[in-house]
């Protein structure tokens, strides 16, 4: 099974997807982790995105050639791309359980993407609401099928709704 918790930069997606990590005991990948590690030799930011989709697949493709789990905090924030993934998924026998992370209350939102801006890491580029709008030029969008967590719920009642949809 492949878990992707996906959402716009400061939804919750890397707090939820630790947190289901350690109830699930599944290793979690996180995008972030992959573009700050190639940050430093190569400068173009649409390189770097390309880079750690391409790694994805092919790191997708051993998981399920495994048949192991793993959970994914990748950001896959347009619809087609999801879809995609969906199809690709499904043509190799895996299994694709979405996730969307919102946060519905902006304050919160806003506050979560400021204490980025302290010391933003290579891929916390946006560190305020504005910009975030301003980047993204259709709504944040929920996908049928798909399960939408509020990051401003307490974190115990997300995962438990994440894990009453995954079973």
Known sequence: MIILLRGRAGTGKSTL????????????????????TIAGSVQEHSVRNRICFDFLYRFLADVISAKAHVILDFGFNQPDDVLRLKSWVAERDGVLATI???????????????ER??????????????????????????????LSVDTVLPIESSIATILSFLS
Do not use: F
Request: charged share 25%; glycine share 2%; net charge negative.
């Open 17 to 36: 997807s630790n947190e289901l990590a350690k109830r699930l005991a599944y290793p979690v990948l996180h995008k972030d982790d992959i573009y700050d």
């Open 100 to 114: 969307h992370c919102h946060c519905s209350d902006e304050r919160v939102w806003a506050q979560r993407l400021a």
């Open 117 to 146: 801006s302290v010391n933003p890491l290579p891929n916390q580029r946006i560190t305020d609401l504005e910009t975030l709008h301003s980047h993204y030029n259709a709504p944040d969008a929920h996908m049928a099928g798909e």
